[in-house]
Structure formats: structure tokens, C-alpha cells
């Protein structure tokens, strides 16, 4: 874990991810990026000299085997407030649009939501537990399906929402 919180360290300190009296919402899947994102930032905040508060979002999307339980557990257990919204994505994605390709539309709703709840929660940062791999992926599919050559920027300010995501 010590070498995981350096790299998050220096990120942080590289883009200026977090500054005085931040409050960050953090989206957790449930997956081992958002649940070691989590983790390694509630460690931070325990050393770092800038005080920030932190939040866990997850997004339920209405599946039946969808089990917030863990994600519940793993946050009271190390002290961090707990939200889980439930939406009707898969109502919407699957029912109602009957998406061939859902996954573009599921992570759009998703991500609005993430945002809609991160301004009702007073949070002014949004942080992803985003890694290499993510962004390879989405270099090549901006250039195989887009045309262009691009991926996603370490800090993004959101202009509708005043809000900047990590």
C-alpha cells in the first residue's frame, strides 16, 4: 500500500488534484480501482498537508444482483460516509431503449448522475479511479471510431456543474 499511496502523492501533487477544504465525491463501482482510489486517499488525507473531506458514490443501476453490501462495510470501516444511488439505468438502457451497444449509454447516465449527486452532496471534486489501461483504451477508440487522436486530461473542469473531476 505504501508504494500505491507514493504514486497517488504524486499525482495528486503533480496536477493539483486537491486543494484546502476540498469535499471529493468518489466514485466507487466495487471494482480495484475505485475501492484502492478509496482507500489510498482516506490514507492521504490522514498526512497531507491540504484538509480535504471525502465522500463514496456508488450508482446503482437496478440490476438484480447488484450488492451494495460490501462497498457499505468496507466505508464505515474506515470512516467514510457512504451513499449509493439508485437509479433505473438498466430500466432505461436495457427496457426502454433496448440498446444493442449499451455500455456508451450506461456510463453516460452514470456519470451524470455521479455529478448530480457530487452537487448535492456540496462536493467540488469528483474523483475516478481511472488507470493506464483507461486511457489507452480510450486514445485508440478516439482514434479508431472518432477519427482523432486524444484521451482524457488528469483533472477536467466541468463547466455546467462547476465541478472538477480527477
Known amino acids: 500500500m505504501q508504494r500505491m499511496l507514493s504514486y497517488i502523492r504524486k499525482a495528486v501533487d503533480d496536477y493539483n488534484m486537491i486543494s484546502d477544504g ?13 475501492i ?18 471525502l ?5 446503482n443501476p437496478g440490476f438484480d444482483f447488484f450488492n451494495s453490501d460490501f462497498l457499505e462495510t468496507t466505508c464505515k470501516n474506515i470512516g467514510v460516509q457512504y451513499i449509493e ?17 449499451p455500455c456508451s449509454l450506461c456510463a453516460n447516465l452514470r456519470r451524470g448522475i455521479l455529478n448530480s449527486v457530487a452537487i448535492r452532496e456540496n462536493c467540488n471534486k469528483i474523483a475516478l479511479g481511472h488507470n493506464e489501461d483507461d486511457v489507452l483504451e480510450t486514445f485508440f477508440l478516439n ?11 488528469p483533472v477536467s473542469f466541468m463547466d455546467r456543474s462547476r465541478n472538477y473531476i480527477n
Open 55 to 59: 465522500i463514496a458514490v456508488s450508482i
Open 85 to 101: 444511488e439508485k437509479t433505473h439505468i438498466k430500466e432505461i438502457v436495457f427496457d426502454i431503449r433496448q440498446e444493442k451497444n
Open 143 to 153: 482514434l479508431l471510431y472518432g477519427g482523432s487522436i486524444g484521451t482524457f486530461a
Open 36 to 53: 484502492t482510489l478509496l482507500m489510498g486517499l482516506k490514507a492521504l488525507q490522514r498526512f497531507y498537508d491540504k484538509k480535504f473531506e
Open 22 to 34: 476540498d469535499k471529493i465525491a468518489v466514485g466507487l463501482s466495487g471494482g480495484k480501482d475505485s
